[in-house]
T-cell receptor
């Protein structure tokens, strides 16, 4: 029973914005939405998280739909260092993270 | 400040052998976690420890045991390794398990385990 659904892969040109979508139609009212990314042969790295409102930080922006059934991670200007697998994760009670299979982002120079 | 460290980085076991994966964090975090990642898959939670002295099962606990040795250290033990446990194992920690920023998890570099 998948908790999040993401496209398997996406491509972006360098220095262009990237919108990574995620569906989480079974989300409950207390589940946080987290985004992590994983570079090859490394552990996941925190990107951003939110509950209801849109969020911005130095790495990215998170846009959350009004019904919370979907969200979009926005990288404002993709660089080659942003090539990674991006995971949209629901954090449920007890701080349990449910990872999906993620979106593999390729950045084209 | 090393963050989350894991040992060993690589390990090959024969079926039936036992081993312990070690994890330590130096961020004074209360909560720690063990995940496994199979090829082409996302991470799945094995066990977690919300605070020193407590442990709870995650999504895939069968075949594993854990020990929260102290606030810094959380170990994962395979008593009788099986080929199905071939995976990359990640340890993570967070300040706590509730609230917003407190629950952000920080991951170690992983242990690549092969069971023949």
């Amino acid at each position: 029973d998948a908790k999040t659904t993401q496209p398997n892969s996406m491509e972006s040109n360098e220095e262009e914005p990237v919108h990574l979508p995620c569906n989480h139609s079974t989300i409950s009212g207390t589940d946080y939405i987290h985004w992590y990314r994983q570079l090859p042969s490394q552990g996941p790295e925190y990107v951003i998280h939110g509950l209801t409102s849109n969020v911005n930080n130095r790495m990215a922006s998170l846009a959350i739909a009004e019904d919370r059934k979907s969200s979009t991670l926005i990288l404002h200007r993709a660089t080659l260092r942003d090539a990674a697998v991006y995971y949209c994760i629901l954090r449920v009670a007890g701080n349990q993270f449910y990872f999906g299979t993620g979106t593999s982002l390729t950045v084209i120079p | 400040n090393a963050g989350v460290t894991q040992t060993p980085k690589f390990q090959v076991l024969k079926t039936g052998q036992s081993m312990t994966l070690q994890c330590a964090q130096d961020m004074n975090h209360n909560s720690m976690y063990w995940y496994r990642q199979d090829p082409g898959m996302g991470l799945r939670l094995i066990y977690y420890s919300a605070s020193e002295g407590t442990t709870d099962k995650g999504e895939v606990p069968n075949g594993y045991n854990v020990s929260r040795l102290n606030k810094r250290e959380f170990s994962l033990r395979l008593e009788s390794a099986a080929p199905s446990q071939t995976s990359v194992y990640f340890c993570a920690s967070s300040k706590g398990t509730s609230g917003s920023s407190w629950a952000t998890q920080y991951f170690g570099p992983g242990t690549r385990l092969t069971v023949l």
